[in-house]
T-cell receptor
Framework: AQKITQTQPGMFVQEKEAVTLDCTYD???????LFWYKQPSSGEMIFLIY??????QNATEGRYSLNFQKARKSANLVISASQLGDSAMYFC??????????FGAGTRLAVHP | GAGVSQTPSNKVTEKGKYVELRCDPI?????LYWYRQSLGQGPEFLIY????????DSGLPNDRFFAVRPEGSVSTLKIQRTERGDSAMYLC??????????????FGPGTRLLVL
């Protein structure tokens, strides 16, 4: 069965520092997509970045990059130059052939000034 | 352009009552999804529409839950005989529906349901 594991319930980072949020996944499919979403306290899920299983290069979107290690089944999110507004819940999710997303339990990130 | 909208933003009801939650997807998006998020957990899939039809309803927990999308745009999630365990955030998402692993789902602000 497909599964997403986020082992860090909470993380702290100093403003302007980089932080890595861990995500491992389990799937028997060869074709899948990995997504990261941010959820502020308001509740809305905000799409951050996508990585396809066949993509040879790590995805990057501004200050977000995805450290994709296919053999280890990990897709860690790296946020560079953290800002106070980055404080939120972060969810890793996977999508296989069917359209639903499977989410992990999330990591709460707190950025300190 | 306008994003996904959901109404109401908050709903308080009593155990045993019927509730309807509405989702208005991004214009032109044929795919629509409902998820439920309990406190401290990630969202869990409920149902997926492609156009007017429910392509996958495997996540609906029981027959008290039902969703419709009669004209292929707005969707309504209906919960009968609500129970306290139904209290959660209900999230709606939409995507263009062109299929493909890479298609991003865009979420609405959610409806917080509290069953007393």
């Amino acid at each position: 069965a497909q599964k997403i594991t986020q082992t860090q319930p909470g993380m702290f980072v100093q403003e302007k520092e980089a932080v890595t949020l861990d995500c491992t996944y389990d799937t028997s499919d060869q074709s899948y997509g990995l997504f990261w979403y941010k959820q502020p306290s308001s509740g809305e899920m905000i799409f951050l970045i996508y990585q396809g299983s066949y993509d040879e290069q790590n995805a990057t979107e501004g200050r977000y990059s995805l450290n994709f290690q296919k053999a280890r089944k990990s897709a860690n999110l790296v946020i560079s130059a953290s800002q106070l507004g980055d404080s939120a819940m972060y969810f890793c999710a996977m999508r296989e052939v069917y359209n639903k997303l499977i989410f992990g339990a999330g990591t709460r990130l707190a950025v300190h000034p | 352009g306008a994003g996904v909208s959901q109404t109401p933003s908050n709903k308080v009801t009593e155990k045993g009552k019927y509730v309807e939650l509405r989702c208005d997807p991004i214009s032109g998006h044929t795919a629509l999804y409902w998820y439920r998020q309990s406190l401290g957990q990630g969202p869990e899939f409920l149902i997926y529409f492609q156009g007017t039809g429910a392509a996958d309803d495997s996540g609906l927990p029981n027959d008290r839950f039902f969703a419709v999308r009669p004209e292929g745009s707005v969707s309504t999630l209906k919960i009968q005989r609500t129970e306290r365990g139904d209290s959660a955030m209900y999230l709606c998402a939409s995507s263009p529906g062109l299929a493909g692993i890479q298609e991003t789902q865009y979420f609405g602000p959610g409806t917080r349901l509290l069953v007393l």
